[in-house]
């Protein structure tokens, strides 16, 4: 079979909720992957950042092969051999008392959207069911009813309602306009650090810290969903190390799997995990055996390889000589660490044909918000090979653009 007979394939057989850039990959190692027909690509997208550690890390599949051969799967009606120490690591690792094993992104956020809720009416009483949550205008959380519900974009909402009352919007960035929405019902804020589905978009320098202050000032919780910009992505192991802002819900998803297995956890101290009590919350799949050995090699890859370091250095250099190409459909190139987006005037299109000329040229990247380029590759990428990106990309940006409209015809 033949690259499109694959692509058909999905498109015949498949529910068509996403639009793929044409490339079929068939196998991959750290930072490469080879589609059907043998072409060789890098990828930089890293499956949103949950390749931190690359593809198929030879240490996070040892330790899957040994987990496979004694138990994969208990549920949570019994104990097992792994949870408990995959727990103490990941909460060591963090810098918090408790862990909340689950499976997805979504399903996290779910359950940190849970933990504050009841925190609230169980020890802030606040009047039972009334409270309400704060939210960014931009956010990305998933996919989830209750998480479209507070979503401001048009599209992940449509034909989705009754939508979920009890959050409200703030305008992004901006600290002040966040706590005038503040009331006596406010339980949380739920903020991603840098706003990675939105169109990697970095606040103003201050305002994580500036939101610490306030929570605590107004005693509710601070909640950062580090799904996408945590265990080392921005070029610190959590985002909030930026800013000294630790949260009091820690939410992780994404790359805690190692690039293999989804593994998500909610973290908090014991004054606000402790509201859960037995049958109030779970998972079938949640803190299973093969998750928990996964997470364990997927935070000791990260720590052994220093992969936050490598992400502040590549990151910056990466993100300088981006901004040595001298382009004339650039409006911005923004980021951190290896989280960087390249925004496309308007005027010369959407991103999606740039992402498709650099997938010809052996760079695989996808649009965000039309407008953006978002490069995020595996942590563990050389330095020669973002040198043998650039090449391209500085290609792309610089050739004209009608060119490129035909190329993304043609493919
Ligand atoms: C990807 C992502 C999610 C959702 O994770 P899923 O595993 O796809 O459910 C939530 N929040 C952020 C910031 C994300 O990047």
């Known amino acids: 079979m033949r690259s499109q007979d694959y692509m058909d394939l999905e498109y015949n057989y498949g529910a068509h909720n996403y639009k793929p850039i044409p490339v079929v990959i068939d196998r991959a190692e750290r930072v490469w992957v080879w589609d059907v027909e043998g072409k060789r690509y890098l990828d ?3 499956s949103y950042s949950a390749l931190n550690h690359g593809h198929r890390h030879p240490k996070i599949i040892e330790a899957l092969e040994r987990q496979l051969q004694k138990v ?14 995959f727990e103490e690591k990941l909460a060591k690792f963090a810098g918090y008392e408790k862990v909340l094993p689950m499976n997805t992104g979504a399903e996290a956020v779910e359950s940190a959207l849970k ?4 925190w609230a009416y169980y020890k802030r009483n ?3 069911n009334e409270g309400n949550i704060i939210a960014l205008e931009g956010n990305f959380h998933g996919r989830t009813i209750t998480i479209i519900s507070f979503s401001t974009e048009h599209q992940y909402k449509d034909g989705f309602g009754p939508y979920t009352p009890g959050f409200k ?9 966040l706590e005038n929405l503040i009331d006596d019902r406010t339980l949380a804020i739920l903020v991603e650090p840098i706003q990675g589905e939105g169109g990697v978009r970095v606040p103003p320098q201050g305002y994580l810290a500036e939101l610490r202050r306030i929570a605590t000032k107004h005693r509710i919780l601070l909640m950062f969903d580090e799904i996408q910009t945590g265990l080392g992505r921005t070029g610190k192991m959590f985002a909030w190390q930026w800013e000294d802002a630790k949260p009091d819900v820690l939410i992780l998803g994404k790359a805690l799997g190692g690039g293999i297995y989804p593994v998500s956890a909610v973290l908090a101290n014991n004054d606000v995990m402790d509201v859960l009590t037995p049958g109030d919350h779970g998972s079938t799949f949640g803190g299973n055996p093969l998750a928990a050995a996964v997470g364990m090699a997927a ?5 052994e390889e220093k992969l936050d370091e490598r992400a502040r250095t590549l990151g910056e250099y990466f993100m300088n000589q981006l901004k040595h190409i001298k382009s004339d459909y650039v409006k911005e190139i923004r980021g951190k660490g290896l989280l960087i987006g390249i925004e496309i005037k308007k005027e010369f299109g959407t991103a999606r044909p740039f992402c498709e000329k650099l997938a010809q040229m052996g760079i ?3 649009e965000t918000h039309e407008q953006v380029i978002r490069f995020a590759p595996p942590l563990v990428i050389e330095k020669e090979e973002i040198d043998w990106a650039l090449e391209r990309i500085e290609r792309v940006l610089t050739e004209p ?3 490129q409209a035909k190329i993304a015809r043609s493919i």
């Open 115 to 118: 933990i504050a809720r009841k």
């Open 126 to 128: 606040i009047p039972m």
């Open 364 to 366: 695989l990247c996808k």
């Open 401 to 403: 653009v009608h060119v």
């Open 169 to 177: 919007i703030a305008p992004f960035g901006d600290a002040r306009a």
């Open 299 to 303: 935070i000791d890859v990260l720590v």
């Open 44 to 46: 930089m997208l890293s």
């Open 72 to 85: 994969t799967l208990t549920s949570r009606a019994f104990y097992n051999s792994v949870l408990g120490l």
